[in-house]
Structures are given as C-alpha cells and as structure tokens.
C-alpha cells in the first residue's frame, strides 16, 4: 500500500521531531529523502527514520542489529525462566545449595578421617605384622569412604534450607 505523500517544510519537521535544522541536515546528509528544496515528504521520512532507528552504533562502534538484539533479549528472557522452571522442580540446584552440599560432604569426610588416630591405636596395637597395619589401615579407609558415598548428598540442602528458613523467620 502505497500512501499518499504529506509535504512539510523543513521547519515543520524540525517542530514535528523536536531537533534542530542541523539535525534534519545531518539526516538528509546521512540519506532521509527529501522532496524538494526545503521540503520532505514525512510518510517517507518516517520510514527511514525507523529503518536508522532498527540500526544503531554500540559504545564500541558497532553496528547493532535491533531484531537480533531483542531476539537474543526474548531468548536470555525464555532461558531464565527455563532455569526458574528447573529450580522449582528441584532438576537443577543453586550454586549455593552445591556449596552447602559439598561443605557437607567435606566435613563429614574429615570427621571420617580425623576419627582414625582415635580410633586405630588399639586394634594397630594388636596387630602382628605389616601387611595386618596395612589391611586394617585400607578397611578403615574404604570403610569411611563407603559411608561417604552412601550418604545422601540432598540431606544437606534439605538441611540448609530448614535453616534458612529459621533464621529468616527470626527476623521478622
């Protein structure tokens, strides 16, 4: 559909646009048609305003694309969302919760080991030889480690959790 032209003068389109005649010069310089000696089509000039306005300059002076842009907006927009999704489901977890989980996992794993000097002395002292240190050594190790991986590692959030809620509710 082609519309029909509206000719206005160079002041006009100066009141109409708020800018100066140097502006419109400058966009007549930078390719907005014009009609005629101080005159200018507006339904063209619109559209070529619109069209500078799809494409402008970053602070690094380049060129960016206003349909790319707010395509790549729509689709960081749909991946949070997504995440926010995930986390209510409990498929994925805060980096906070993995922290709490691997604190958790590291604390019981050194209260495993640190328990060994208490533990040991004793049975070592009955030993008869050092392949008997050596086995009882390896199935204390393998022992602690075993009850390591049984562990749930989601008590933890689950744990962290109650106390944030606790402490949150302390505040109020």
């Known amino acids: 559909m082609t519309l029909n032209p509206i000719i206005i003068s160079t002041q006009d389109l100066c009141e109409l646009w708020a800018l100066s005649a140097q502006t419109i010069g400058r966009y007549v310089s930078d390719g907005m048609p014009k009609h005629g000696a101080g005159q200018f089509d507006l339904n063209r000039c619109w559209a070529w305003r619109l069209e500078q306005m799809k494409t402008k300059v970053d602070f690094h002076g380049e060129k960016l694309d206003y349909m790319a842009e707010r395509a790549g907006l729509t689709k960081a927009q749909r991946q949070e969302k997504e995440i926010d999704v995930s986390l209510r489901k409990g498929e994925i977890m805060t980096l906070d919760e993995v922290k709490r ?3 958790g996992l590291l604390l019981a794993f050194k209260q495993k080991i640190l328990i060994l000097p208490t533990k040991l002395p004793s049975r070592l002292a009955a030993c008869q030889n050092q392949n ?8 204390e190790c393998r022992e602690a480690l075993r009850e390591l991986s049984e562990m749930d590692a989601r008590s933890f959030v689950t744990a962290a959790k109650a106390r944030k809620t ?4 302390l505040k109020r």
């Open 101 to 103: 989980i691997w604190g």
């Open 132 to 139: 008997e240190i050596k086995q009882l050594l390896d199935d």
């Open 166 to 169: 606790d402490s949150s509710s």
